[in-house]
């Protein structure tokens, strides 16, 4: 889309966003800055997304429906000092494919935004660099049983989780629903509902105090 140094541009979809084949660039080039509103879903199906190529560069991407990805590859940036910032306003589904970054310097960050209730969905999938994620005050990620991986995990205050993993959310090492490499975050202004089928834990993740807390 942008194939010169040091602009900026915006580029949007009124509808659905597909991929299922082939290479899509967002920008190539150093020091620039893209904006992009998807109106309708994302949907990868094979592929490679690759948001920027260049270095310093910022990619602002906002998604208003479903993210949904099941083969293929994202590749957020793989220069120095990039950063991109994705806004998911539905629910989140990683299912096969890998979610990277690459590049000293250079991070994602997926960040939960709706207003209410947003599920996750992760199996088969790999998540590999600077890839961080954030629940927003007001969204509710609800995971079941399913694992986030990445590097860092925070929850804002006023955000909210619905575990449905035996082990809660642990503060470190590969157990409970949170699994991240870095820092995991759990505000204690948010809100945390304990739904799984099986008996469970609440983990040493959940800390001294919370808003709210619920056993269902």
């Not at 920008?27 to 920027?52: A, E, H, L, V, Y």
């Not at 293929?72 to 494919?97: E, M, P, Q, R, W």
């Not at 005050?137 to 995971?143: A, E, H, I, Q, R």
């Amino acid at each position: 889309l942008l194939n010169s140094k040091n602009c900026t541009g915006t580029f949007n979809i009124s509808g659905n966003y597909t991929l299922s084949a082939g290479t899509f660039i967002f920008t190539d080039r150093d020091n620039n800055t893209i904006n992009s509103t998807i109106s309708g879903n994302f949907s990868q199906t094979g592929g490679t997304n690759s948001c920027m190529l260049g270095k310093s560069e910022r990619t602002n991407l906002t998604v208003n429906g479903n993210f949904a990805f099941s083969s293929g590859t994202f590749a957020f940036a793989n220069d120095a000092s990039d950063t991109v910032i994705v806004n998911l306003k539905g629910n989140y589904s990683h299912t096969g494919g890998t979610l990277s970054i690459n590049g000293s310097n250079s991070y994602a960050q997926m960040i939960f935004s709706k207003s209410g209730r947003q599920t996750f969905t992760a199996s088969g999938n790999t998540v590999s660099g600077s890839v961080d994620f954030y629940v927003n005050s007001g969204s509710t990620l609800s995971l079941s049983t399913n694992i986030l991986t990445g590097r860092n995990f925070t929850l804002q205050s006023g955000g909210a989780l619905e575990l449905g993993s035996a082990e809660g959310i642990s503060s470190s090492g590969s157990t409970g629903n949170i699994q991240v490499s870095g820092t995991r975050t759990f505000s204690t202004t948010g809100d945390y509902t304990y739904n799984g089928s099986a008996t469970q834990v609440t983990g040493s993740g959940l800390p001294s105090g919370v808003r709210n807390l619920t056993l269902n």
